[in-house]
């Protein structure tokens, strides 16, 4: 997704370019046709008043030296040629040096025709065609004769070029310039913005803190509002939820703490109901666990608990739930494959990271099918370790797979009368939440994979 920064920048940048590009081709068309219509008039004029001289009286191509040292033998910048109606050369510069003029497009008449041309030496030039009808014996010809006066052109273009790179130069140096005061105006621009949302962000961490935004501008100052109130409401719902999480602890764990008692003294005193003592007691140690795993929920989901990172052994602690849960388990014949580096020592929470390995391994051993083979194994990669679990799940399907976080979750296949897998991957869920690690369950072929990943290495 575009930041508003580089959103506003672009546009600044291609509205300006676009202005820059528009006012380069008006000012090239400008000089352009200034320097061309310059050129052109000069000629013309030069054209007029050479003709004008050939239509007083004959002159040859001497006397035309002398008067105009521009058509000189040494001089290459100004040509002249003169043909008969007949299409015969009456005369040419000196400075034609013997070559003769490109023929003119179309016939003179008496308006000047510009036209571009090679001029005798190769180079590129300008001509102006007229028709001239000289004087013979004091009357005018009747047949015009055709003159054609040119001049060479490569120093106007070379000065057009020369033109043209300063106006791109320029212009490439104003939209750079105009880059860098954009980007800047924006940037300083958006600062409110910038600060406003790392206080926002802050405070979504902890919404009772007071914001630290300075004086708003105007069009923040309505979010600005909504959000105190937002944050506001959102701290006194997080103290109730941190009240309610204590009351709870406190007056769940007493009656049962009771009962457990009250159990152990009655199967002290009287042996004959020791067994169905177990079976109670089973399903009050039962009772017990999901009472505590709901309470560490709620108190890793309150924010109540925070890690508290230290190095330790991966390894040695997946070695030590798996030997823990291993006995639960042997009943159904399951098979624990583990791939282990010798060693692993990451930075993270002990206890909580015990908890999670506890649930994730446990999960996987109690809901896998007699006889299964169940893969542990840590990976390490890029400073990163990775500890992942895969097991048969006959049970699950695709569709359950974004699900299994949630909170008492069961399978559509399952049996009713098989026990739920949600609460125990919730709480991993949280906890993983909480030590900043990426929790993902995956299904492919029937097995289920779970990885924990994002454990840094020492």
């Not at 003709?51 to 008067?67: F, H, P």
């Not at 739930?321 to 583990?338: Q, Y």
């Not at 569709?399 to 399978?411: I, K, S, T």
Request: net charge negative.
């Amino acid at each position: 997704m575009s930041s508003i920064a580089r959103r506003l920048g672009l546009w600044m940048v291609i509205g300006g370019g676009a202005l820059l590009a528009a006012l380069f081709a008006t000012l090239d068309h400008l000089v352009d046709s200034q320097l061309h219509e310059r050129f052109d008039g000069a000629l013309v004029a030069r054209a007029q008043a050479f003709a004008n001289v050939i239509a007083a009286r004959e002159a040859s191509e001497r006397q035309l030296v002398d008067a105009w040292p521009e058509f000189a033998p040494t001089r290459h910048e100004d040509f002249y040629q003169i043909w008969n109606s007949a299409g015969e050369v009456l005369g040419r510069a000196a400075s034609n040096r013997g070559g003769d003029l490109a023929r003119p497009p179309r016939a003179a008449d008496a308006e000047p025709t510009l036209f571009d041309l090679t001029l005798p030496d190769g180079h590129r030039g300008r001509g102006v065609l007229l028709a001239v009808w000289p004087r013979q014996g004091g009357t005018v010809r009747q047949a015009p004769w055709t003159v054609v006066v040119a001049s060479e052109r490569e120093a106007v273009d070379a000065l057009e070029w020369r033109i043209h790179l300063i106006l791109s130069y320029g212009l490439a140096f104003a939209l750079l310039l105009m880059l860098a005061l954009t980007l800047a105006a924006v940037r300083a621009g958006l600062k409110p913005l910038r600060e406003f949302g790392e206080d926002a962000a802050r405070r979504a961490l902890a919404p009772q803190a007071a914001s630290n935004t300075p004086l708003l501008p105007s069009e923040l100052v309505p979010i600005g509002r909504s959000l105190d109130r937002a944050f506001q409401a959102l701290g006194d719902a997080l103290v109730r939820e941190q009240r309610f999480a204590r009351a709870v602890a406190h007056e769940l764990r007493t009656p049962l703490a009771e009962m457990q008692f009250t159990l152990d003294r009655l199967a002290r005193d009287d042996a004959s109901a020791a067994p169905r003592m177990a079976i109670l007691n089973d399903s009050l140690a039962s009772m017990t666990r999901t009472v505590d795993g709901l309470l560490a929920l709620a108190r890793y989901e309150a924010g109540l608990e925070t890690p508290a990172i230290e190095p330790l052994e991966l390894c040695a602690l997946v070695k030590r739930v798996c030997d823990e849960r291993v006995a639960s388990s042997a009943a159904r014949a399951l098979l624990i494959d583990t791939a282990l580096p010798a060693e692993a020592w990451v930075q993270s929470d002990a206890a909580l990271l015990e908890r999670v390995l506890s649930n994730l391994i446990g999960n996987a051993l109690d809901h896998s099918p007699h006889g299964a083979r169940v893969a542990l194994s840590v990976v390490i990669e890029n400073a990163r370790a990775t500890f992942a679990i895969v097991n048969p799940a006959p049970l699950l399907g695709a569709a359950d797979v974004p699900q299994l976080g949630e909170r008492y979750f069961r399978p559509a296949s399952a049996p009713l009368d098989r026990e739920h897998v949600g609460l125990g991957l919730a709480l991993s869920t949280a906890i993983a939440r909480q030590l900043q690690l990426e929790l993902e369950f995956s299904l492919h072929d029937g097995l289920l994979q779970v990885r924990l990943g994002g454990l840094p290495v020492l």
